[in-house]
C-alpha cells in the first residue's frame, strides 16, 4: 500500500500575515532596526530602516506560517483576532489592596475604576 501524505491543517484557521501584531525597535547593539512579531516571541528580523525591518519580518512571518500550516502543527491566533471578556482577576499583596482603596476612596471613584484608569496610563 502507498504511503500518502495527510493533511493535518485542514481544520486549522488560516490567518494573514498583516493579523499579526508587529513592533520596531532600535538596537544600539546591533545597529539597526529589530522587528518583531509579538504572537511570536522568537522569530527578529532586523533592517536599516525601520520599514525594512517590518518588511523583513513579516517576510519571515509568512514563513513560519507555511510551514506550520504544511507540517500541520498548530499555528497562534492573532492578537487581532482574539476575543476578551474585559474581565480580569489580579492577586495582590492585602497592604497594595488597602492602599489603592484608600486612593480610590479620596478620589471618590470605585476601586475598579481607580485601576482601569492607572492600567490605561500603562498601556499608552
Given at each position: 500500500?502507498?504511503?500518502?501524505?495527510?493533511?493535518?491543517?485542514?481544520?486549522?484557521?488560516?490567518?494573514k500575515?498583516?493579523?499579526?501584531?508587529?513592533?520596531?525597535?532600535?538596537?544600539?547593539?546591533?545597529?539597526?532596526?529589530?522587528?518583531?512579531?509579538?504572537?511570536?516571541?522568537?522569530?527578529?528580523?532586523?533592517?536599516?530602516?525601520?520599514?525594512?525591518?517590518?518588511?523583513?519580518?513579516?517576510?519571515?512571518?509568512?514563513?513560519?506560517?507555511?510551514?506550520?500550516e504544511?507540517?500541520?502543527?498548530?499555528?497562534?491566533?492573532?492578537?487581532?483576532k482574539?476575543?476578551?471578556?474585559?474581565?480580569?482577576?489580579?492577586?495582590?499583596?492585602?497592604?497594595i489592596?488597602?492602599?489603592?482603596?484608600?486612593?480610590?476612596?479620596?478620589?471618590?471613584?470605585?476601586?475598579?475604576?481607580?485601576?482601569?484608569?492607572?492600567?490605561?496610563?500603562?498601556?499608552?
Amino acid at each position: 500500500m502507498p504511503l500518502t501524505k495527510t493533511n493535518k491543517a485542514i481544520d486549522t484557521p488560516k490567518y494573514k500575515v498583516e493579523e499579526y501584531s508587529y513592533h520596531v525597535i532600535w538596537s544600539e547593539e546591533d545597529q539597526a532596526f529589530i522587528g518583531r512579531v509579538s504572537e511570536f516571541p522568537s522569530l527578529a528580523a532586523h533592517g536599516d530602516t525601520r520599514e525594512e525591518a517590518l518588511n523583513e519580518i513579516s517576510i519571515a512571518v509568512e514563513g513560519v506560517l507555511e510551514d506550520l500550516e504544511d507540517s500541520g502543527e498548530h499555528i497562534p491566533e492573532p492578537f487581532s483576532k482574539r476575543q476578551y471578556s474585559g474581565t480580569l482577576n489580579v492577586r495582590m499583596p492585602k497592604h497594595i489592596h488597602r492602599q489603592l482603596a484608600i486612593e480610590a476612596e479620596r478620589q471618590g471613584v470605585s476601586l475598579n475604576q481607580l485601576i482601569v484608569s492607572k492600567l490605561a496610563v500603562l498601556s499608552t
